[in-house]
Antibody
Framework: EVQLVESGGGLVQPGGSLRLSCAAS????????MHWVRQTPGMGLVWVSR????????SYADSVKGRFTISRDNAKNTLYLQMNSLRAEDTAVYYC??????????????WGQGTLVTVSS | DIVMTQSPDSLAVSLGERATITCKSS????????????LAWYQQKPGQPPNLLIY???TRESGVPDRFSGSGSGTDFTLTISSLQAEDVAVYYC?????????FGQGTRLEIK
C-alpha cells in the first residue's frame, strides 16, 4: 500500500525556519516526481514545489521562491521541504503528493495526511 | 499563471440526482503534441487529503466509482456525478498540470439537498 507520512510541522515565529519531511512507503520515490501542496485552513489548495525523480530539477511557486527548498533522499525514500524566512501567510497544512506518469507536470495520485505549519508570534 | 475558475462555489443536490460542476481555465490546457488535456479532478472530505478522481480530463482513476465522469477540452471542463450518494458530500477541486505553477480551482462544496 502506498503511504506518504509528513512530519516536522509546528508553531514557529515569523522569520523562523522549519524542515518538513515526507516518508514514503509501499513504493520507491526514486522513479517519481514529488510535490508539496499547501492548504490554508478552510481554504483551497496551492501548489508549492516539485522535484524530479533524481533531484536534478526543481520548481517553486513565486510566493516561496528563494525561501523554500525542496530536496529528496532517494536512499531514505524521503522528501523534504526546508522553509526559511517564514511569514504568517505560510500558515497552512502542507501535503506531500506523488506525481504520476513520469511527467514533470502531472496529476497527484497519492497524498499524505498533511502536517500543520503555524507561523505566529 | 493559469487561473482555474469553478462554478458554482456550492451546490446542493438530492440523493440519486445528477450533480454537475464546471471548471474553466484562463488558457487552454490542451497539449497539441499528444492531444491530451492536462486537467484533473479531486475530491476532499473534511479532515482528509484530496483524493484523485479524474486525470487527462476524462480518465477515471482506478477504484473511483463509475458514477463520476469528466468531460470537456481546451478551457471548459465538467465533473459529473450521475447519481449522488451520501458519501459524495465533499469539496471538489479541478487542477491544471499543463504548466507551472500548477494551479487549482477554488473548490466547489457539494451537499445533500
Amino acid at each position: 500500500e502506498v503511504q506518504l507520512v509528513e512530519s516536522g510541522g509546528g508553531l514557529v515565529q515569523p522569520g523562523g525556519s522549519l524542515r518538513l519531511s515526507c516518508a514514503a512507503s509501499g513504493f520507491t520515490i526514486s522513479t517519481y516526481w514529488m510535490h508539496w501542496v499547501r492548504q490554508t485552513p478552510g481554504m483551497g489548495l496551492v501548489w508549492v514545489s516539485r522535484i524530479k525523480s533524481d533531484g536534478s530539477s526543481t520548481s517553486y511557486a513565486d510566493s516561496v521562491k528563494g525561501r523554500f527548498t525542496i530536496s529528496r533522499d532517494n536512499a531514505k525514500n524521503t522528501l523534504y521541504l526546508q522553509m526559511n524566512s517564514l511569514r504568517a501567510e505560510d500558515t497552512a497544512v502542507y501535503y506531500c503528493a506523488r506525481g504520476q506518469g513520469g511527467y514533470s507536470n502531472s496529476w497527484n495520485d497519492n497524498w499524505g495526511q498533511g502536517t500543520l505549519v503555524t507561523v505566529s508570534s | 499563471d493559469i487561473v482555474m475558475t469553478q462554478s458554482p462555489d456550492s451546490l446542493a443536490v438530492s440523493l440519486g440526482e445528477r450533480a454537475t460542476i464546471t471548471c474553466k481555465s484562463s488558457q487552454s490546457v490542451l497539449y497539441s503534441s499528444n492531444n491530451k488535456d492536462y486537467l484533473a479532478w479531486y475530491q476532499q472530505k473534511p479532515g482528509q487529503p484530496p483524493n484523485l478522481l479524474i486525470y487527462w480530463a476524462s480518465t477515471r482513476e482506478s477504484g473511483v466509482p463509475d458514477r463520476f465522469s469528466g468531460s470537456g477540452s481546451g478551457t471548459d471542463f465538467t465533473l459529473t456525478i450521475s447519481s449522488l450518494q451520501a458519501e459524495d458530500v465533499a469539496v471538489y477541486y479541478c487542477q491544471q498540470y499543463y504548466s507551472t505553477p500548477i494551479t487549482f480551482g477554488q473548490g466547489t462544496r457539494l451537499e445533500i439537498k
